[in-house]
């Protein structure tokens, strides 16, 4: 589903990804971690066709990017840190737009359900710029889910969520995964990505330097083992 | 919840030719128009900004009519194009401030939609401000402003203003420095449009021969289309990272 070869990004002079290779499966739920600047959100960027690689050979459901960015686009839904809503529409008029953007069918049926799913049904009409932390994440979540994607690029969405928020959100990310999407979330969450993955990838100095899969996850060990490919 | 993401019909496809075209770009024009109906803060801006703008000319320039008649054009332009950098810098830095520009650019439609979009939305703002400038404009300096050749010019300058000042605007509004690098961009890219709106609109403002206009005239039409052309060309280019 999602295939990446000897994948470098540079801005510049300065190298965030170095040859990262990387699969997922279909179904497949990846959870990467890695400390800051690792390059975990250049890389989801890339996957999202927000940036261009600049070697390397990307591929996402057979279309690669960036020249098949258009295709990978209407099989993606991103979630990132930024809710990438309009405080000035309501809950409502935020899908209608997205809606109409990826010219998602019956329009007005899905953004019903979506809002139902998110719990946001009651506040269909207010305005997104008067909702909580929390509330724009999960409208966030139906803004992505909204065209019914196969592939899912989660970016740190927990930040900024309260314990309730975020145990919502892990509702949806379940939901999503048992559903069949591929999934890709990165987290500095160890415990919650333990949870949540079926595999964890562990991103240090540009490359995959760790892959953990369910069958050998211990969530005891994961901190340490993290830190020791993270510093060593 | 499950019916969320298990709906018979799923993946409902994104449309794609002419129609899924039109469609995105109407969907960018109404959503702007949507957002600024509840904020006003960028028609406020703008038109605040451009009555000022007049109003001080108006004092500062304690002219007679004759006169006036012959400076209505520049003072006019000169307004356009302030207020309207006020409303290119806000329009894009609305997309970018929520990472909406990212929600944009994630759209499965071809990118050029999105600069029409914002563009058309843009001119929209641009047309508002100057239908009420218009009017106040004549009733202050005594000079009749309603005449359709100029206002052909106002159409055909805002069009240009606006086509070139949305590729630029969304440059800019990838830096800190956004708020002052758009006028710096801006301004020099325009020359052509502003030198060629202000002669012909005091041509029709002077009551001169069509032939004297016209040059001006097919200067403007000449640029709209080939910056409108350039704009979608490089657009892509210019929001990539």
Same mark, same amino acid.
């Given at each position: 589903?999602?295939?990446?070869?000897?994948?470098?990004?540079?801005?510049?002079?300065?190298?965030?990804?170095?040859?990262?290779?990387?699969?997922?499966?279909?179904?497949?739920?990846?959870?990467?971690?890695?400390?800051?600047?690792?390059?975990?959100?250049?890389?989801?960027?890339?996957?999202?066709?927000?940036?261009?690689?600049?070697?390397?050979?990307?591929?996402?459901?057979?279309?690669?990017?960036?020249?098949?960015?258009?295709?990978?686009?209407?099989?993606?839904?991103?979630?990132?840190?930024?809710?990438?809503?309009?405080?000035?529409?309501?809950?409502?008029?935020?899908?209608?737009?997205?809606?109409?953007?990826?010219?998602?069918?019956?329009?007005?049926?899905?953004?019903?359900?979506?809002?139902?799913?998110?719990?946001?049904?009651?506040?269909?009409?207010?305005?997104?710029?008067?909702?909580?932390?929390?509330?724009?994440?999960?409208? !966030?979540?139906?803004?992505?889910?909204?065209?019914?994607?196969?592939?899912?690029?989660?970016?740190?969405?927990?930040?900024?969520?309260?314990?309730?928020?975020?145990?919502?959100?892990?509702?949806?990310?379940?939901?999503? !995964? !048992?559903?069949?999407?591929?999934?890709?979330?990165?987290?500095?969450?160890?415990?919650?990505?333990?949870?949540? !993955?079926?595999?964890?990838?562990?991103?240090?100095?540009?490359?995959?330097?760790?892959?953990?899969?369910?069958?050998?996850?211990?969530?005891?060990?994961?901190?340490?083992?993290?830190?020791?490919?993270?510093?060593? | 919840?499950?019916?969320? #993401?298990?709906?018979?019909?799923?993946?409902?496809?994104?449309?794609?030719?002419?129609?899924?075209?039109?469609?995105?770009?109407?969907?960018?024009?109404?959503?702007?128009?949507?957002?600024?109906?509840?904020?006003?803060?960028?028609?406020?801006?703008?038109?605040?900004?451009?009555?000022?703008?007049?109003?001080?000319?108006? #004092?500062?320039?304690?002219?007679?009519?004759?006169?006036?008649?012959?400076?209505?054009?520049?003072?006019?332009?000169?307004?356009?194009?302030?207020?309207?950098?006020?409303?290119?810098?806000?329009?894009?830095? *609305?997309?970018?401030?929520?990472?909406?520009?990212?929600?944009?650019?994630?759209?499965?439609?071809?990118?050029?939609?999105?600069?029409?979009?914002?563009?058309?939305?843009?001119?929209?703002?641009?047309?508002?401000?100057?239908?009420?400038?218009?009017?106040?404009?004549?009733? =202050?300096?005594?000079?009749?402003?309603?005449?359709?050749?100029?206002?052909?010019?106002?159409? =055909?300058?805002? *069009?240009?203003?606006?086509?070139?000042?949305?590729?630029?605007?969304?440059?800019?509004?990838?830096?800190?420095?956004?708020?002052?690098?758009?006028?710096?961009?801006?301004?020099?890219? *325009?020359?052509?449009?502003?030198?060629?709106?202000?002669?012909?609109?005091?041509?029709?403002?002077?009551?001169?021969?069509?032939?004297?206009?016209?040059?001006?005239?097919?200067?403007?039409?000449?640029?709209?289309?080939?910056?409108?052309?350039?704009?979608?060309?490089?657009?892509?280019?210019?929001?990539?990272?």
């Amino acid at each position: 589903m999602i295939e990446v070869r000897r994948l470098v990004k540079n801005f510049g002079l300065k190298v965030v990804l170095r040859g990262l290779e990387f699969h997922a499966e279909p179904g497949e739920f990846v959870a990467l971690l890695g400390p800051n600047g690792a390059g975990k959100t250049t890389f989801l960027r890339i996957l999202a066709s927000l940036s261009r690689p600049t070697l390397g050979e990307v591929r996402l459901a057979g279309f690669q990017l960036p020249s098949q960015a258009a295709a990978v686009r209407r099989i993606l839904g991103v979630v990132s840190h930024q809710p990438l809503l309009y405080g000035d529409l309501t809950a409502e008029e935020n899908l209608r737009f997205y809606g109409r953007m990826y010219g998602v069918s019956r329009l007005e049926s899905r953004i019903a359900d979506v809002l139902e799913m998110v719990g946001l049904s009651a506040r269909r009409r207010d305005l997104v710029r008067h909702f909580s932390r929390g509330m724009q994440q999960r409208l !966030a979540i139906g803004r992505a889910i909204l065209h019914d994607p196969e592939i899912m690029l989660f970016d740190e969405p927990h930040t900024g969520l309260d314990q309730e928020a975020a145990a919502m959100l892990d509702g949806v990310l379940r939901e999503v !995964a !048992a559903k069949g999407r591929t999934v890709v979330m990165t987290s500095h969450d160890l415990a919650r990505a333990s949870e949540l !993955a079926t595999r964890i990838d562990i991103l240090s100095k540009g490359v995959i330097a760790r892959t953990v899969t369910r069958q050998e996850l211990d969530p005891a060990a994961l901190p340490a083992l993290y830190r020791a490919v993270t510093h060593g | 919840m499950a019916e969320a #993401f298990s709906r018979p019909d799923r993946a409902p496809v994104a449309h794609r030719g002419a129609r899924g075209y039109l469609r995105a770009v109407s969907a960018i024009v109404w959503k702007d128009l949507a957002a600024e109906m509840r904020s006003r803060e960028l028609l406020g801006a703008m038109l605040v900004f451009a009555l000022v703008v007049i109003l001080i000319f108006n #004092f500062a320039l304690e002219l007679d009519i004759r006169t006036r008649e012959t400076i209505t054009s520049g003072v006019l332009w000169v307004t356009f194009t302030f207020a309207g950098t006020l409303g290119l810098s806000r329009s894009m830095a *609305i997309e970018k401030d929520r990472g909406c520009l990212d929600g944009l650019l994630l759209a499965p439609v071809d990118r050029s939609a999105l600069y029409f979009g914002k563009a058309l939305g843009n001119l929209v703002f641009m047309l508002i401000v100057e239908a009420i400038v218009l009017p106040v404009y004549s009733v =202050l300096y005594n000079v009749n402003l309603l005449q359709p050749g100029l206002l052909l010019v106002i159409a =055909l300058g805002s *069009i240009g203003y606006v086509t070139v000042g949305t590729l630029l605007a969304s440059m800019a509004v990838q830096a800190r420095t956004r708020d002052v690098l758009l006028p710096i961009l801006l301004f020099p890219v *325009i020359i052509p449009v502003l030198v060629a709106a202000v002669k012909a609109s005091n041509g029709f403002l002077q009551g001169l021969e069509m032939a004297e206009i016209w040059p001006w005239l097919n200067l403007l039409i000449g640029y709209d289309v080939i910056f409108a052309a350039v704009a979608l060309m490089v657009f892509d280019y210019v929001v990539e990272e």
